[in-house]
């Protein structure tokens, strides 16, 4: 009996035990998920109830799959949390309803609009269902059903206005979401996480200082965000340049891990915009569908390498909604008009230009100016593009880009002075090596009076088709302003390259027009001796006749060579 007895005892002694030891231990794993959550560890949240899903145990207080799919969707694993909540479905629970609601979520964060309605759709009604149907309706442009929606917002129901802010922020209303932002946050003034999305609007409104003003009270209680760290760098970016905004950003760099995925790809897109386009090729090509600035940086990565038609095929099918895309979508249809010779995508170049520099936002701004400057430029009316550039010149006088503008312009409107100040100012060796740039400095020098600087600049020249373009542009400039001596040195290099017999009808007239002016007392004689040798490196029969007339008027008028 005793013996007896001693096993019972010890079996139910080992019973209590276990079962202490495997609550203490489900109490011990329920208190970690806990942690993991509130410190928004969700990578190390998902691992603890993937385990518990694959060994089919429970967590006490904490249904697997439903939390399962919280920690994904809040991970920015939307394929994965979506994937549990079909599994939900699958098992026809009582709470379906509400699951559809969830998955309805992640379908919108998939991009997937059109599937996010349908499964919203199939949710309870609710304030949720709303929002969610309000902004898959601006996503899918649908201005009808976005109205339906948006009057049925309660203003007295905080989630109601955030969402109408986010629509508003969406649809490039900044000032209208800042209202909304700032009202809350009177009555709310714990709301930090508002001043990122106040400081959002500030940004985008150009106001940078006062958005890293706003931007500071959220940081200075949670240092290590990774939106308000980037939106602060993109602030210096736009305050001083993309070495500051990288300093500002390494300690985001220094904090990452896989924990921010969406964050990565953001950290990733602007250190390519901060380095000047430095990786542009590896990062920004896989980010065109989840960063929206991803699809204009690489089109101006593309510009600047000079492949204007992979800028205009990424671009061509872009329908702009703001200022910077209508301006970027213009100025690739310039470039690619002005390649091709397409007077279509000119023409749509200067309808952009013309309807950013307009507009009521951007009239009176720098950008909107520049706008109608390349409007005016693109309808070649250059009195009106003055107007424009004159009135922003003070910011601009160290920028290459600027001055090649405004040099051509003056030159077009024959400043000529000015025009050759401004062009000589450039110091970007790739726009002093272009064509354009040489011949309209060779004209600025010609129409000053100083063919020799132009002719030097045609000796500068490599042997290839623009030698030949500048030389005939100096022997047809130099002849028009008289500048005959030069104009018959370019007419006789052209008549070597190319008998042509309209250059030696130009060298012709330019050697009679060096004698008059010999004769006039504007030339010295000496350069008959080349005038002479000019004529007869042309087999005709008036080149001797020529000669002998010059020859005998000189003598008679006493002129000694």
Partial sequence: MLMASGRVRQKNTATVGSTASRTKVETNRSKMLEEFIQNRDFTGAVALLEFHKQQNEQVEGFPVLPWLAYCGFHLGDYQKALDVYHEMLAKDDEESPSVHMHAACCHFYLGQFKQAEEEALQGPVSTLQNRLLFHVAHKLNDDQKLMVYHQKLQEQLLEDQLSLAAIHYFRNHFQEATD????????????????????????????????????????????????????????????????????????????????????????????????????????????????????????????RNDDVKEAFELIKDLEPLTPPEYVLKGVVNAC???????????????????????????????????CMASCFFLLKQYEDVLIYLNSIKSYFYQDDTFLYNYGLALANTGQWEEAERALAAIQNEKYKGEYCYLAWLARCHIYMKQPKKAWELYLKMDTRNESFNLLTLIANDCYRVGCFYHSAKAFDVLERLDPNPEFWDGKRGACIGVFQQVVAGTEPPDVLKDVFNMLRNTQNSQVEAIIKIMRNCIRDKGIKL
Avoid at 221 to 235: E, G, P, Q, T
Wanted: aromatic share 10%.
């Fill in 180 to 303: 909304i932002y700032k009202r809350i946050l009177l009555d709310n003034r714990d709301y930090l996480a508002l001043n990122v999305y106040v400081a959002l609007c500030y940004y985008k409104l150009e106001y940078y200082d006062v958005s890293l003003e706003v931007l500071n009270v959220y940081l200075q209680v949670h240092s290590d965000s990774a939106i308000a760290i980037n939106l602060k760098a993109c602030n210096h970016y736009r305050l001083y340049n993309g070495k500051a905004a990288e300093a500002e950003l390494k300690p985001l760099l220094d904090l990452q891990d896989a924990s921010y995925n969406v964050e990565n790809d953001l950290v990733k897109h602007n250190l390519v915009v901060f380095r000047n386009g430095e990786n542009a090729l590896q990062v920004l090509p896989r980010l065109l569908d989840v960063v929206p600035e991803a699809r204009l940086n690489l089109v101006i990565y593309y510009l």
């Fill in 336 to 370: 690619i008009g002005q390649e091709t010779g397409n007077r279509e995508n000119i023409k749509t170049a200067q309808q952009y230009f013309q309807l950013v520099g307009a507009s009521h936002s951007e009239c009176d701004t720098i950008p909107g100016r520049q």
